[in-house]
């Protein structure tokens, strides 16, 4: 069974940062992607990031992140710790949300699929982030 684990949310100032950090059980980092979303209540959810190893062996290095973390953001993955990192720096209020970790093995890799419609099956329960102006 996958399970996915959120921890390293808080309360920060703006300009600051935080490491999300999410620990995976249940399944081979090597055939899943793996990524964080975010949601603030009212809004759509929004895809943030995403790192695959399959893209990584297929030369295709490059994360995906979403247009609004323009260079903000770092994801990262310890595969032998089964452990995916956000590193989140000069943060700002409109980063607040609650940050989730996904997985799918459907797709196993961060490109190919419009970012608008791509559906991760696994989620933690979340992670809240708390930028104040």
Same mark, same amino acid.
């Given at each position: 069974?996958?399970?996915?684990v959120?921890? +390293?949310g808080?309360?920060?100032?703006? +300009? +600051?940062?935080?490491?999300?950090? $999410?620990?995976? @059980?249940?399944?081979?980092f090597?055939?899943?992607?793996?990524?964080w979303f975010?949601? %603030?209540? *009212?809004?759509?959810?929004e895809? /943030?990031? $995403? !790192?695959?190893?399959?893209? !990584? #062996?297929?030369?295709?290095?490059r994360p995906?992140? *979403? =247009?609004?973390?323009? *260079?903000?953001?770092?994801i @990262?993955? =310890?595969n032998?710790?089964?452990?995916?990192?956000?590193q989140?720096?000069?943060?700002?209020?409109e =980063?607040?949300? &609650?940050?989730? $970790? &996904?997985?799918?093995? #459907?797709w196993p890799s961060c490109? +190919? !699929?419009?970012?608008?419609?791509? %559906?991760?099956?696994s989620?933690?329960?979340?992670?809240? /982030?708390? &930028?104040?102006?």
């Amino acid at each position: 069974e996958v399970q996915l684990v959120e921890s +390293g949310g808080g309360l920060v100032q703006t +300009g +600051g940062s935080l490491r999300l950090s $999410c620990a995976a @059980s249940g399944f081979r980092f090597d055939d899943y992607a793996l990524g964080w979303f975010r949601q %603030v209540p *009212g809004k759509e959810r929004e895809w /943030v990031s $995403c !790192i695959s190893n399959s893209d !990584i #062996r297929d030369s295709k290095t490059r994360p995906y992140y *979403g =247009d609004f973390v323009k *260079g903000r953001f770092t994801i @990262s993955s =310890d595969n032998a710790k089964n452990m995916v990192y956000l590193q989140m720096d000069s943060l700002k209020p409109e =980063d607040t949300a &609650v940050y989730y $970790c &996904v997985a799918d093995n #459907r797709w196993p890799s961060c490109w +190919g !699929i419009d970012p608008k419609v791509r %559906v991760f099956k696994s989620w933690g329960q979340g992670t809240q /982030v708390t &930028v104040s102006s």
